[in-house]
């Protein structure tokens, strides 16, 4: 049974930095992905970064410059280091994870309120 488990969100002012953390409950040797998404009231969830075939690392044009995606294979645990928070950047973010025999597993998301 797959669990992803996200911690690591809060309250932070404008400016401030919060690292994510995404705890991976099965073997990552068929992981074919994983990344950070988000959600903020009313709108679609988004695609914040990713990080797939090894290193190779993708991310929002909004998160370029201010967030890294990076993970611990040792852990089983993927990060999003977020830095220069703004408050456009309050949503849950949600951790998700795709596997190589097909599956498209979701935490359950952590929310990330960035004050004025």
């Known amino acids: 049974q797959v669990q992803l488990v996200e911690s690591g969100g809060g309250l932070v002012q404008t400016g401030g930095s919060l690292r994510l953390s995404c705890a991976i409950s099965?073997?990552?040797?068929?992981?074919?992905?994983m990344g950070w998404y988000r959600q903020a009231p009313g709108n679609q969830r988004e695609l914040v970064a990713v990080i797939a075939g090894g290193e190779v690392t993708n991310y929002a044009d909004s998160a370029k410059g201010r967030f890294t995606i990076s993970r611990d294979n040792a852990k089983k645990t993927l990060y999003l280091q977020m830095n220069n928070l703004k408050p456009e950047d309050t949503a849950v973010y949600y951790c998700?994870?795709?596997?190589?025999?097909?599956?498209?597993?979701w935490g359950k998301g952590t929310l990330v309120t960035v004050s004025s």
């Open positions: 099965t073997s990552i040797l068929s992981i074919n992905a």
């Open positions: 998700n994870v795709r596997y190589n025999y097909g599956l498209n597993a």
